[in-house]
């Protein structure tokens, strides 16, 4: 509080006169951001356009840059059970508000999509994903990325003139569940503690989580955390390479299958999502990196980026071959993992769709986007 009254040139009590404390301060922008969203979907909206161009208006509008208005949606489980659960309803309002234009793009013919709420969690999670990633210093401008993200969401990666693939039946999990199961006792008690932090991580972020609330939820004591981590940077790096070793195990049971472009992208998400709920999960989200200390860091993103450049070389690889259009393999890449990456948090207790289904409906974006397909003749 004293750090944002400097910044601001106030005294500390002029924001408690405001805001009784950090929490309630937090709450409040988290609200700032919601009605800003809400705000920024309803000025999209036009008489006499069709809902394709009113999303798309809305994604690069909200892609601009502008300082100041984006709040980036994480750690909202740290907050006071009645402030997390308002904040967790209104995200769920507006991706509401911008399932009702996708509905109406369904209906003026400019938008395929059989489940709008979904496509437009997608959507949401796919923009709050984005200031993680880009940057103004790389090979891109802001005005190319927001071009790709655009054309992408659009059209699709998957070639517009050849004929959709029917979706494949789910594969099976029982290869990663017998792996989990043939862990001995203190290997599979170690990794359980690790699923409960990695849950907390995800939902809390590390600031708002403690070693003590984990032993608390894990049933151990403090000295049997402190046995294994003496420090919750250490602990949040274990979890971080855990979730990456379960998103690369996935991808080499998927190569043993030598599935081709369209169906391993439908398996890959579903098996990321399917295995959440298991002993496998949960699947990891990414936005704890920066806490992680600079050499560790450092490490841990090169791993990172090397299993992303193994994922682009099969989307240039599928190029090559005539099933998927030329896009840029960067952009399609942060497309994918955005669109599932805050899956942990805006489906921990809504569970009106399977696993699968919410799979199926992330993936068909990804490949086939919101503009209808002609059928080949």
């Given at each position: ?6 910044a ?12 009784r ?6 709450f409040?922008?988290y ?10 979907i ?37 907050l ?9 309803e ?19 013919g ?16 796919i ?11 790389d ?9 790709a ?7 699709g990666?998957?070639?517009r ?39 907390s991580?995800?939902r ?24 294994h ?27 043993e299958?030598?599935l ?8 890959r998400?579903?098996l990321?999502?399917m ?18 200390n ?14 992303i ?9 599928w190029?090559?071959e ?6 840029d ?27 699968t289904?919410?799979?199926d409906h ?13 059928h080949?003749?």
């Open positions: 509080m004293e750090q944002v009254a400097a601001v040139r106030a005294v500390p009590g002029a924001l408690y006169h405001h805001f404390d950090k929490e309630g301060l937090i409040h922008c609200l700032r951001g919601l009605a800003i969203y809400r705000r920024e309803e000025a999209a909206t036009e008489p006499g356009i069709d809902g394709l161009e009113i999303i798309r208006r809305f994604v690069r509008g909200r892609l601009r840059p502008e300082g100041q208005r984006m709040i980036l949606f994480t750690d909202i489980d740290a006071a059970a009645p402030y997390s659960n308002e904040v967790h209104k995200r769920w309002q507006n991706a509401a508000l911008l399932a009702e234009i996708l509905d109406r793009g369904v209906a003026d400019s938008i395929a999509c059989d489940e709008p709420l979904l496509t437009a969690v997608a959507l949401i999670s923009l709050d994903w984005v200031p993680f990633w880009l940057s103004e210093r090979y891109y401008t802001r005005q190319q990325a927001i071009d993200i655009d054309d992408i969401i659009t059209h990666v998957y070639r003139e050849i004929a959709i693939p029917d979706m494949p039946e789910p594969l099976s999990l029982a290869p990663f569940l017998k792996a989990r199961a043939n862990l001995n006792k203190r290997a599979a008690k170690f990794d359980r503690m690790l699923s409960i932090a990695s849950d991580f995800n809390r972020g590390a600031l708002g989580t403690s070693l003590e609330s984990i032993a608390a939820d894990a049933g151990m004591t403090r000295a049997g955390i402190y046995y981590f003496s420090e919750k940077e250490s602990l949040l790096l274990a979890c971080l390479r855990r979730g990456l070793a379960g998103e690369v195990s996935i991808r080499e049971h998927l190569q299958h030598s081709g472009a369209f169906e391993h992208i439908v398996q998400i579903r990321l999502l295995l959440h709920d298991t002993p496998c999960g949960p699947k990891t989200t990414y936005h704890n990196i920066n806490y992680l600079d050499a560790d860091r450092k490490a841990y993103v090169g791993e990172v980026l090397a299993t450049r193994q994922d682009q070389n099969s989307y240039q690889r190029i090559d005539g099933r998927f259009r030329r896009i393999t960067y952009f399609a890449e942060r497309i994918l993992t955005g669109m599932g990456h805050w899956y942990p948090i805006w489906f921990k207790t809504k569970r009106d769709w399977s696993a289904e919410i799979a992330f993936a068909r974006l990804f490949l086939l986007g919101l503009k209808p397909r002609r080949p003749a």
